[in-house]
Structures are given as C-alpha cells and as structure tokens.
C-alpha cells in the first residue's frame, strides 16, 4: 500500500509531521498513522499556552481499534489547536495533512533532528 508523504515536512518514527510554517510549526499525524488506526472517534489536544516539550506525549487519539499518544515533535508553547478536530475527529482520517492537522507550537527548535520525506517513506 502506498501512503501519501508531502515534501514539505519533517516526521518522527512514532508518525507525526511537523510542518514549519512562518513563526510556529503544525503538528499532526501521517497518513499512514491513521490509516493503521483506522476510524478515529476523539482526540486529546493541549490547549493554547500549554508548554510541551519534545519526545512527551501531548494529547491521544482514539479510535475504534485503539487509543494512541501523540508525540511532541519540537519544545514550545502551543499557539492553535485546530478546534474543528474536537467536532470532527474523522478530519484526521480524511485529510491527515490539510484539515486534520492538530496543534501549533511556537518554537525555536530546528527540524534536524526529525525524519526527512525519504527517509520516514522507507520506515513504512
């Protein structure tokens, strides 16, 4: 099966994406994450302020299958959540990369230390 991964980002091996965009990056999970937890029912965010830190769990997603951490990407402090999730939780399944994103961070960490597009490609 192939799953879609945009040039655009940076990944880590527990599936999220981050996305640099002007002063914050957008965080949320790949195709192929969703795609393995199938129908996804609720998701957990932080809200705007919160402080997390890289590598720590900042919320869930639940689906019919199992319930799964979501993993910071970068330190910082949350700048939006993407409230529509909270309301359509199966955005995350539709559009993992557009309208499914889940949160923003302020950060001034780079994105060294994350997954290019080919090298996340050849971990799934």
């Known amino acids: 099966m192939s799953f879609n991964v945009p040039e655009d980002r940076r990944y880590t091996e527990s599936h999220e994406w ?3 965009r002007d002063d914050v990056v957008r965080i949320g999970i ?17 809200e ?7 590598g720590e769990s900042f919320g869930i997603v639940e689906s019919i299958k199992a319930v799964s951490d ?3 990407t970068v330190s910082g402090e949350v ?11 199966e955005l995350v ?13 302020e950060t001034n960490d780079d994105l060294d230390h994350l997954l290019s597009p080919s090298e996340y490609s050849e971990q799934i």
């Open 79 to 89: 700048a939006a959540v993407n409230d529509e999730i909270r309301d359509q939780p």
């Open 30 to 46: 790949t195709d192929f994450a969703q795609d393995e937890l199938g129908d996804i029912v609720f998701v957990e965010l932080p």
């Open 18 to 20: 981050t996305e640099p």
């Open 93 to 105: 399944n539709d559009e993992p990369f557009d309208g499914g994103w889940l949160i923003e961070i």
């Open 48 to 54: 705007v302020g919160d402080e997390i830190e890289a």
């Open 70 to 72: 979501i993993y910071a």
